[in-house]
């Protein structure tokens, strides 16, 4: 029982710890005179993926590959089937209206990339150099594109306003206070959480790779379930698929470029070539809402939550 509340404090701490890293970083960065849109596309992005980052590092250093990679693969699987299956149950998305088919290349290739490295048994340096790489020309063209929609007046007059977490009358010393607390706490949860997750494992008689593609990436798929499930209720079709996109993008290139340039994770392929797959296969059903132009309608989000059931019973069997 004690373990099982070990795991709750750590999810809880790192989606606080999280939050507050966020919201004191933009303050800061928006304060010192960084533009809110290269905040918006690097801080906050990255900020929002720290309790991913914070368990694969920790796991990493720890020798728990199994849980760093689970984590990750596992997160994005739940993102697609989970993430966007249980709104579109609340209320249909009409992503109809939204045009992600760049984005969506992007995830796809992203994906391969990230599958093809997998291939040679590990995510070295020469692999993490190469995640940071293609993150880095993607931010680049993000930016080059929605500066070119300012100039072209599209974007939004108040640009604080697009930014997560801008609050221009937020004191400094709060500020301070937010970033000081997200610091000690991010690596706080993760510790927690892992610690937790491997002695499950070990209780259970299952591999730390499957607590990862489980418990610990539904845990850190819970902030983009909460956003995806309010942009849905408030028939914001855009935002609930730009952000599995957008996470699933900074999953695949961020968290396991980094981790690798710290330390070479080995890929046990045998016990992971599957979860790979469904990975690649979950992006793959996005295909009709994103070229096709359907909506996801109550019957697919049944489908794709009834997937995702069926894909972790596979797993923990």
């Known amino acids: 029982m004690l373990v ?23 303050n800061l960065a928006l304060r010192v005179g960084i533009p809110a849109l290269l905040v918006s596309l690097t801080i906050v992005a990255f900020g929002t993926s720290a309790p991913e980052l914070l368990i694969s590092l ?14 990750v693969v596992g997160s994005n699987t739940a993102n697609i089937l989970l993430v966007l299956g249980i709104p579109a149950i609340l209320a249909r998305m009409h992503t109809s209206h939204c045009d992600t088919r760049k984005s969506f290349v992007t995830m796809i290739g992203a994906t391969l990339l990230f599958i093809l490295l997998a291939l040679r048994g590990q995510f070295d340096l020469l692999a993490g150099v190469v995640l940071l ?22 974007a939004a007059e108040a640009e604080e306003e697009e930014v997560e977490g801008a609050d221009p009358q937020m004191p400094w010393w709060k500020v301070a206070l937010y970033l000081v607390l997200g610091l000690i706490g991010l690596p706080f ?22 607590i990862g593609l489980t ?19 408030r028939r914001q079709a855009d935002v609930a698929l730009g ?12 968290i396991i470029g980094i981790t690798s340039l710290f330390k070479t994770i080995p890929v046990d392929l045998p016990e992971l070539t599957f979860d ?7 992006s ?34």
């Open 4 to 26: 099982w509340l070990m795991v709750v404090l750590g999810l809880v701490i790192l989606l606080l710890a999280g939050d507050m890293l966020v919201r004191g970083a933009v």
């Open 58 to 71: 920790k796991a990493a250093a720890q020798d728990k590959p199994g849980l760093a990679l689970g984590n």
């Open 133 to 154: 790489s293609v993150l880095a020309l993607i931010l680049l063209d993000q930016g080059r594109e929605a500066l070119s929609h300012r100039r072209d007046g599209k």
């Open 189 to 210: 949860g993760a510790s927690l959480l892992v610690d937790a997750a491997s002695e499950i494992a070990r209780d259970y008689g299952v591999s730390e790779t499957v």
């Open 215 to 233: 418990l610990v990436a539904l845990g850190t798929s819970l902030p983009e379930l909460a956003t995806t499930v309010m942009a849905a209720l």
């Open 243 to 254: 952000n599995v996109i957008g996470s699933n993008l900074f999953n695949l290139l961020a």
């Open 276 to 282: 790979l797959a469904v990975m690649l296969g979950a």
């Open 284 to 317: 793959l059903l996005l295909i009709p809402f994103v070229f096709l132009r359907r909506d996801i309608n109550r019957l697919w989000g049944i489908a794709l939550s009834a997937l995702y059931i069926l894909y972790v019973v596979i797993v923990l069997s």
